[in-house]
Nanobody
Framework: DVQLQASGGGLVQAGGSLRLSCAAS????????IGWFRQAPGKEREGVSC????????WYADSVNGRFTISSDNAKNTVYLEMNNLKPEDTAVYYC?????????????????WGQGTQVTVSS
């Protein structure tokens, strides 16, 4: 069975840090792009960052660029999202997802697999 297990969320004060983990199983990790998305109450889900498991290329949303760092440990089939200088507007449920690399680069393809969310709350 395909699983994406997100963890690491919590409550932190503004300016603090958290590291999210996304542990993947049930598919060939190296063939996929792994992404982080978030959804705040009353808002649409938005992409935060993603990484190619094969070549390590990354993408960041403008709102997190310079504060968040995504990385991949292919030996552990795990992707991390290091979040620094957190702001109250980063408060959301964070989800990880996976899409085949070819589909990702084709543009607008739906993501194949989704994990459950992990709550991140940043207090002011």
């Amino acid at each position: 069975d395909v699983q994406l297990q997100a963890s690491g969320g919590g409550l932190v004060q503004a300016g603090g840090s958290l590291r999210l983990s996304c542990a993947a199983s049930g598919f060939t990790f190296g063939d996929y792009v792994i992404g982080w998305f978030r959804q705040a109450p009353g808002k649409e889900r938005e992409g935060v960052s993603c990484i190619s498991s094969s070549d390590g290329s990354t993408w960041y949303a403008d709102s997190v660029n310079g504060r968040f760092t995504i990385s991949s440990d292919n030996a552990k089939n795990t992707v991390y999202l290091e979040m620094n200088n957190l702001k109250p507007e980063d408060t959301a449920v964070y989800y990880c997802a996976a899409i085949r690399q070819a589909a990702y680069y084709s543009g607008n393809a739906p993501w194949d697999y989704w994990g459950q969310g992990t709550q991140v709350t940043v207090s002011s």
